[in-house]
């Protein structure tokens, strides 16, 4: 039986039987569902292939470990706190990770969120993705940070180094789905979800161009798939990048910090959302970690080479 353009809640219903169709939108609003990483509306529609997780609640998380991973937490009160995330970092157990993650890291300074779902992170970011996230406390902060991640109103800005020179700044518009011929990549597909990205140039080098992008809607992968899909993949990208392209003629030091720069060259600078207890609006921002502030400055100086 097709399951082509039906509604995800629909869907959910065939797949898992044993749930009524009140729990499934129970679990839906409360974002304890994902469809490729991304919390889902109960309209959305699946078009085959996605990934699923549920979460059901007072399942036995006992396989978690606590670890003692150091937390670079820059904000925290008795119901969130916003982490800075250092790259190579996973944020969730998974196949392949089972340990050495943000959230038994968590769970080690933060026993208590053993009773939230997955450990009170309500986002994600790639492992090799730095920058800043926001973890829930409390099931009231939870359920009002999915909220907001779902109306799509927490504000994430970002910057992304990425190959060729970009004239000037705009929006990609495209659909955002698994990539059929390899289920590790996402893909730009006119039958995905609504993916907009919006981006601006604030630096040219003679071979790269540095970019401040903001996400308005929030795919998996979507600022590495909507970049490569113009021409300007991000530098050391594994699954989207070009292959390692040196210029015939680029300075000994910029050499060197493409050769050496082993990850997506992406980091989560700010971030900004309506706290869900008390109201308040607050904005983070966080300083570029030194292996990307040494690959931007050398392409910087690779101008007067």
């Not at 699954?239 to 300075?251: F, N, V």
Request: glycine content about 8%.
């Amino acid at each position: 039986m097709s399951m082509f353009g039906q509604r995800v809640d629909k869907v959910l219903g065939q797949l898992c039987e044993e749930l009524s169709r009140s729990a499934i939108q129970s679990l839906l609003k409360q974002g304890l569902v994902l469809v490729d990483e991304e919390t889902p509306k109960q309209k959305d529609k699946v078009f085959g292939g996605e990934s699923v997780e549920i979460t059901v609640p007072n399942q036995d998380q006992g396989e978690w470990i606590p670890q003692d991973i150091p937390l670079e937490v820059v904000f925290e009160d008795e119901h969130l706190m916003v982490v800075n995330k250092t790259a190579g970092l996973v944020v969730h157990p998974g196949a392949g990770n089972y340990d050495g993650t943000l959230l038994n890291g968590l769970l080690f300074h933060y026993p208590e969120n053993r009773s939230l779902a997955r450990g009170g992170i309500v986002h994600r970011l790639d492992k090799d993705t730095s920058g800043l996230m926001v973890i829930a406390k409390s099931e009231t902060a939870r359920l009002g940070l999915v909220e907001q991640l779902v109306d799509h109103s927490v504000e994430r800005e970002y910057l992304a180094l990425c190959y060729g020179r970009i004239i000037s700044g705009n929006t990609v518009d495209e659909p955002i789905a698994r990539d059929p011929h390899d289920r590790r990549r996402m893909a730009v597909n006119s039958m995905g979800k609504e993916a907009v990205t919006h981006y601006r140039v604030e630096e040219r080098f003679r071979y790269h161009t540095l970019v401040q992008v903001n996400l308005e809607t929030g795919r998996t992968h979507q600022i590495r798939v909507h970049m490569n899909h113009l021409g300007f993949g991000l530098v050391g990208d594994p699954t989207y990048g070009r292959r390692l392209a040196i210029p015939g003629d680029c300075s000994p030091k910029l050499e060197v910090q493409l050769r050496g720069f082993k990850r997506q060259a992406l980091h989560a600078r700010k971030l900004a959302f309506v706290h869900p207890v008390t109201g308040l609006e607050h904005e983070f921002e966080s300083s570029i970690p030194d292996d990307l502030a040494a690959l931007i400055e050398a392409a910087r100086e690779d101008n007067l080479h």
